[in-house]
Structure formats: structure tokens, C-alpha cells
């Protein structure tokens, strides 16, 4: 490894870190993961194999077990979206998910089983089969129910209303506040029923990795206890370029067996809570996930 330099107890190539650096792996939060990262490669007797990878929120090490298993270590910070990742994991037992081979639940650090990062199932040229994989996949995972603990839909719904008056005072096109208002009133016709199924919450193509005991497997969720109908949005807003949105709805609605209006009601309840985060940020509202929106509303 001549030549290679330590970077937070990870040997990273020059060229290697240069890379992070563009990608955002290398400041200041990123190298306290690596440093956490590098006390569980001796705590848990990983040898690593490669550069580390960074995600949004996290950063993901190829290693190699004691025993010679192949592995990836996830580094991540807890909050409210991540720290229910284990326990879901734990739940659906790699039955078409990544499999956790350990875990420290109090940093939130997983070991899992390694995938195939280079073969996202994005890469499938054909969208309409890609399509069909992922909600053959979500109906897998949402047919089990929630362990205690998860944050519930329920609860998600009641801050999204809480939020929305004054979101809406802010916006400057009645358009806009009529589309979420439109949004808001779908949900209210199916928020007394939030549901009891464990949610993956992104689901998109991205999220689901070619494998060697499957053919895919789903990766990264961000739990939560609810209905399936509100996971639809994501696999519609990614590749939302390549068209076919009302088929590829109705493809998922089918597949998962769910009634279309309800799957309508919280599809558009998942564009109101993202609309209310853009909004809140200071950003205009996502034209793809407007015209999301607007062809479920019929307009």
C-alpha cells in the first residue's frame, strides 16, 4: 500500500481521497464516522477491503470478516429516520433485504452483508421491469408487521398538519397553495387508518443492489410503522424522466394488491410532506413531484 496515506485509522490511496473529498466524505462529520469506523474494524475483527464509500448520511466500508464473509461496515449518525435501521433489519431477517450480520445499536454502526454496489437496479434499462422487481420486493417487506418502537405514520401525519398552515401562508402562488391543500385533504380521508406494517420509506431504484443469494435485494431503509400505501412516491419520482407514472403506479397498486385510492391518498400525503420540507427550506416545490401530484388529482 506504498504511497497510501491514513486517514482517521482508514488506509485511503491518494487518488482515492481525492475522490471523497469531492463527494463529501472528507469534513468534519464524515471523518468522526471514519474515526468510529476504525474502533469497530478492531472491535468486531474486520479487515478492510477498499475505499470508503459515502452516502448521504452515512459512510460504507468494504470489509472482510475473521472468517473470511464478506462485508460492508455503515457508518451513520442516529436521528429520527435512521435509528430504527437495525430493528428493521433484525424483522424482515434478509428476506429480500440486505441481511445485518451485527450491530452496536447505541452509534447506530451495522455490519451487513455485502451486495453488488456497482448493479443498482436503476441500471435496468427497461423501467417498467424495474418497476415490477421493486414492487414485488415492497410487497415482500411491507406484508410484515411492525415491531414496537419504529416512529408510526400516524404521528408523521399529525406534524405535517400541524406544519402546513404556515407553509401555506408562505407561499406566494395560490397554485402552489392549492395543490397542497389538495394533498391535505387526500390524506384526511385515510389518516384514521395509518396502518401497522414495517415501511421501508425509500424505496427507489437505488435502494435495491444486485445479489448473489438473490437477484435483488433492498437496502438502507428508513422505518416506519404504517400503511404501504404511503411507499409508492419514491419509485415514481425516480427516473420520473422516463414517463409511463400512471402505469407504473397502477403496476405497484396491483402488485402490493392495495385499493388505488387509498395508494392515491397517501402517494399524495408523501408529496405533501416533502412539498412541506422544501417549502420550509426555503426551495420552490418539486416540479416532478408537482406533476406527480396533479396526474393522481386528475388535473
Known sequence: MRGDVSFSGWWVSPSDFV????????????????????????????????????GQVSVVLPVVRADGTRAVLKLQDLDEETAGEGLALRTWGGDGVVRLLDEDAESGTLLLERLDEDRPLAEVPDVMK??????????????????????????VTADMFERLPAVTRSLAAEDDRRLLAD??????????????RLLHWDLHFENVL??????????????????????LLPALWNRCEEGALERRFDLMTEVLGVDRGRARAWTLGRVLQNSLWQVEEGEELDEDQVGIARMLLGR
Do not use: N
Open 210 to 231: 444486485a445479489a448473489d443469494r438473490e437477484p435483488w435485494l433492498v437496502i438502507d431503509p428508513k422505518p416506519l410503522a404504517g400503511d404501504p400505501c404511503f411507499e
Open 183 to 196: 394533498c391535505a385533504a387526500a390524506v384526511r380521508e385515510v389518516a384514521d387508518e395509518p396502518g401497522d
Open 130 to 155: 424495474a418497476t415490477s422487481v421493486l414492487a414485488e420486493l415492497l410487497a415482500r417487506i411491507t406484508a410484515v408487521p411492525a415491531p414496537a418502537g419504529l416512529r408510526r405514520l400516524d404521528s
Open 19 to 54: 475522490v471523497l473529498a469531492r463527494v463529501g466524505v472528507v469534513k468534519v462529520g464524515y471523518g468522526r464516522l471514519l474515526e468510529r469506523g476504525g474502533r469497530f474494524l478492531e472491535r468486531w475483527g474486520l479487515r478492510q477491503e477498499g475505499a470508503p464509500m459515502s
